[in-house]
């Protein structure tokens, strides 16, 4: 029986987060010189520590959901639920009690686990998933991460600051290869920076142990040993068990449960919200879709708003992302680019952060904002602009006549918007 707050507080987002925070800070240190401070000794950082910090801010955030559902008068079960009917559901405890609840709406949010591929037997030794991650008592010398989607380079850029050798092998033509093309490959570059070793287009084929730790063959016949594997090859959804197959509930092809704009199931008062979905697998999707699904339950019409969905991605540099890549805006109509390197950000200077751009993309005709795609500091908490002016339906000039505060990391977005126009006059001017 897991904690409450799911995979996201326990296992996720916070965890993630607070380990990632303590690497940019050590990474931060690292370079003090470069800020006009001087150090006596090299820093240290202490995992067992860092692990420390990390489970004291999950198990604040834990409680707090306790003491929420006591203040909102939720009633908590713990245990194993099945649906026994589609009006009624079974309650497993770790005792093997079970108690039957009677429910005029079921909403299932029972998320996704991460995926295993035969080749890569995950032990929780050798071979990881990025649950075993956040209970490493020790960093391994080196690593391979199979796999450079959000996890993998998270956890890759994470690892590489903390000294850990990192090799990272990806299927797909770039890292991050559902974001915007341009994006991956400047991340790439940040990759670089990193040291970390990057193999595009390729795949692992198989994992043994070796008197290293592990040995990985690649599909390019190559092989590389590493004390460890983390496989971060996408996610499984939590259908098994929970009486889906007895009540008659549909799923996609995938796996995932089958619902409507409205969240429900094809059993009108089941609805499925979040990852176990399979649509978004984010957990800020996760609560508008509860939002959706408690609405109907209470007689509402609520449909699910997905538009202008933020990504982001908590790698160094961070990337952020809303709306259309460049190639698939391309693909629907004509467009125009802006682009705004932070090297030529005051902010960006003050902060000894210059690395990364913003890259605008509107239609041609009509100026319509349709994508956003920021790589650099701050990316995940500035996309937020853009992400409100592509879910209310705005221009790129709308977008960049807003008045920006000074100095700041999102007048990059304002820069990038003015840019598209050829307007932005912290650029040098382009020739005609
Ligand atoms: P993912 O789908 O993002 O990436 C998996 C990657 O593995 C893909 O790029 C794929 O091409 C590659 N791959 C698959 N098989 C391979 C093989 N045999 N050899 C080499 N590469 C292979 O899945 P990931 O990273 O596991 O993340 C799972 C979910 O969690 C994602 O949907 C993501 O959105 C979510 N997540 C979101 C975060 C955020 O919003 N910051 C943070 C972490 C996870």
Redesign the pocket.
């Known amino acids: 029986m897991d904690k409450l707050g799911g995979v996201c507080l326990n296992r996720?987002?916070i965890p993630?987060k607070a380990l990632i925070a303590s690497a940019v800070q050590y990474d931060k240190i690292k370079k003090a010189e470069e800020f006009g401070i001087r150090l006596t000794s090299p820093p240290v950082y202490d995992w067992t520590a860092m692990r420390a910090r990390k489970d004291k801010i999950v198990g604040m955030l834990v409680g707090g959901i306790g003491q929420l559902f006591k203040s909102h008068g939720v009633t908590h079960y713990n245990g194993f639920g099945k649906i026994s009917r589609t009006d009624e559901v079974m309650v497993i405890d770790e005792d093997g009690k079970e108690t039957t609840l009677k429910a005029k709406n079921i909403i299932i949010a029972t998320g996704s686990r991460?995926?295993n591929?035969p080749?890569f037997p995950v032990d929780g030794k050798r071979i990881l998933n990025?649950d075993h991650m956040f209970e490493l008592e020790n960093l391994p010398k080196s690593i391979l991460i199979?796999?450079?989607?959000?996890?993998?380079c998270?956890w890759a850029c994470m690892l590489s600051m903390l000294n850990v050798e990192v090799t990272v092998?990806?299927?797909?033509e770039h890292a991050l290869?559902?974001e915007d093309s341009g994006v991956g490959k400047l991340f790439e570059r940040e990759l670089k920076k990193l040291k970390v070793t990057l193999h595009t287009k390729?795949?692992?084929e198989s994992v043994q142990p070796s008197p290293e730790g592990v040995a990985a063959k690649l599909s390019n016949g190559s092989v590389i040993e590493t004390n460890q594997v983390l496989v971060?090859?996408?996610?499984a959804f939590n259908t098994e068990d929970i009486g889906l197959e007895e009540v008659g509930i549909k799923l996609n092809k995938n796996g995932s449960i089958k619902t409507n704009a409205e969240m429900r199931t094809n059993i009108p008062n089941i609805f499925a919200i979040g990852d176990v979905r399979g649509e978004i697998?984010?957990a800020y999707t996760a609560v508008h879709d509860g939002a959706v699904a408690v609405d109907n339950a209470l007689g509402g019409k609520a449909k699910k708003n997905y538009l202008g969905v933020p990504?982001?991605?908590?790698t160094h540099p961070e990337v952020a992302t809303v709306g259309l890549t460049e190639a698939e805006a391309a693909e629907k109509t004509e467009i125009a680019i802006g682009k705004f390197p932070l090297r030529a950000l005051g902010k960006a200077h003050t902060e000894n952060e210059i690395a990364g751009e913003v890259k605008v993309i509107g239609d041609k005709k009509t100026d319509k904002l349709l994508g956003v795609h920021i790589i650099g500091v701050h990316a995940t908490e500035i996309i937020h602009t853009a992400a409100l002016a592509i879910n209310r339906g705005m221009t790129v000039k709308q977008l960049g006549s807003l008045i920006y505060g000074h100095p700041v990391i999102s007048e990059s977005i304002m820069e990038a918007a003015h840019d598209l126009h050829g307007e932005s006059v912290h650029l040098a001017k382009k020739r005609k």
């Open positions: 996720g987002c993630s991460s995926r591929l080749p990025s199979i796999g450079a989607g959000v996890i993998g998270e092998v990806e299927l797909l290869p559902l390729t795949s692992v971060a090859v996408g996610r697998l984010l990504s982001v991605i908590f």
